[in-house]
């Protein structure tokens, strides 16, 4: 029977796998494989680092004419799994793995009820709708409900299959809570070389995928042990030194491909992806900042909610040892509280603060919805002579099915809304036509699918890449932005147009700067890249208007234009070393005249689906 029992936490996992990769294979059947890889998973922009790291290339640059001089410092945590999966199965290994991240999700959550005390069926049932949640606010949030939303995105943070976060970093995250609640269960009786070890490999795991995550779960530690020794916290502390000798050994060991990165990682790249220097005047206002977000509605409602929560469990549920048996989701909301203000207080760095800020959120809502579920289940124990709950055996079954089904939907409904599907294999049938395989042709493109399109399909030399995956210096960067777009015949007044550009989406972002430079210009309240005068009157009103959380918010101020220009002026173009050239083109990321443009030497391979495909004509 408990074989029987077990294979259950197989089935589910395997049934929600199906509910999207067996409707993309079956309604769309003539997909390249490359085409369901970067169209049906959530978010492919990191995925080149996991081909990086399966070849050990620690300072990737994807052309062979740039030559990096320092490690890429994006973490190496979330990757490594990918990478090994990568190495024996090639492309399907991005399908493949989400099956594994589906079932290690479900699991760990499973563990998580039954170590509270539900039962197996209660515990699978309970896995499954955590697993829903992100599923239902995306259905619900069709409709006019207040902060669904935002309670759609908030949970998308904890529970999806967007790599490498949450996919990756949430599971640590997860695994860390079921060992800190059984660690919690006797913490005398616990604190022993088994527990040194198991804290110290998911932690070092934790740092190297999602610094954030590691403050709150080595706080949230502190916390508990500091609840549960008291007065006796560092007496008892001393007198096992060789816990904490072990503990800190082993993080020590697995920490340092953290320390190598931030040591010699590219300085460049730091900037990029949001690093900045901060004084004690920024200090002071982003303490400030986030003492009055605190304050919101929102950030309110979620903390007066756990309060009345953990005094109802104190009150009601003392028999069941309730709190204790979820006592680290409060410590580990507690510790989001804190943390931006002790981070904040005493780094000289700052990096993408809005996690700060999303992730009170996030471990506020994890400890109610694991506290509900608990006092139901433990009410519903407590009264077996309920007629409902005489029936909860067939009212599981009917919910299971009605979730799955729901899954399926969800799915459907979103693949299907995927309306690059059909050029991106036209351009993939272009390339295999062309024989553009495992190619050194060189590319100019401003998009990040086609890009990994490109990467995937084993070509060098992309012209200008990703500036959240190269460790590229931002002179070269620029430098081979002048020469991709000289070689399509861009004057200098076109290349000024193309940098005053907006995007679509966000009025305040030029997408090519964003594609190259991600969050360096930053423009908010907080930090802004350039002085004043740098600025026309009315970016500088949007900048007063734009939240300090909002790091992708960018404008390319006029000092950078000009220095961009000066690039263009400088960079001497010789086209004998471009004679395999090919330009793919987002036509929804450019300005419209080069939709128009009349391109000289270029053959027209493809141009619809807002995509244009060209290749240089080689005369010789």
Known sequence: MWVKKNYILLIIPFVLFLSKWAISFIVFPSDFLITKVLLDTPDTQYYPLVKNLANFDFSPSYNDNVKTENLLTFPYGPLILHSIFYKIFGNLSFILIEFFFILFFFIIIFKIFKYIGFSFNSSAFSSLLLLFLPTLFDLLSNFPIPYIHNLKIVIESMFSSRFPRPQVTGLYYLVFVYIALKFSADVKRNINKKYAILFALILGLILNSFFYFFIYCCLALLILLIVNLKKFFLPFLISKFNFLLLFIFIILIISIPFFLQNYLGEPDYSTRIGLVKIDLEDKI???????????????????????????????????????????????????????????????????????????????????????????????????????????????????????????????????????????????????????????????????????????????????????????IKDKKIIENLVIGLKLIGISREQFREILDFKGPHYTERNPLIQYLFNYKYQANKFRQFSRNKHYTSNELERIKNTSPLRVMANILPQDEKNKFLKAFDDTVLNENNYKDFMVILDTKLIPNFLINKDYENFSTLYKKDHYIVLKKINRE
Request: hydrophobic share 50%; no cysteine.
């Open 285 to 471: 206002y982003l303490n400030k900042f986030f003492l009055e977000s605190l304050l919101r509605p929102e950030p309110l409602i979620i903390f007066f909610t756990t309060l009345f929560i953990t005094i109802f469990i104190k009150k009601f549920f003392k028999k069941e040892n309730l709190f204790n048996k979820i006592d680290m989701f409060f410590y580990l909301y507690l510790s989001s509280i804190l943390t931006p203000f002790l981070f904040i207080s005493l780094s000289s760095k700052v990096i993408a603060i809005y996690h700060f800020g999303n992730y009170i959120l996030v471990n506020g809502l994890l400890y109610i919805f694991f506290s509900s579920l608990s006092i139901l289940y433990f009410y519903r124990k407590s009264k077996p002579e309920n007629k409902i709950f005489k029936k909860d055996k067939l009212i599981t079954i009917y919910l299971t099915t009605i979730i799955l089904f729901l899954f399926f939907l969800q799915n459907y409904f979103i693949l299907k809304a995927q309306n690059d599907r059909n050029a991106f294999n036209e351009i993939n049938a272009i390339l295999i036509k062309n024989e553009i395989i495992n190619s050194k042709t060189n590319l100019f493109t401003n998009s990040i699918r086609i890009a990994n399109l490109w990467i995937f399909n084993n070509n060098k030399n992309l012209i200008i890449s990703d500036g959240f995956v190269n460790a």
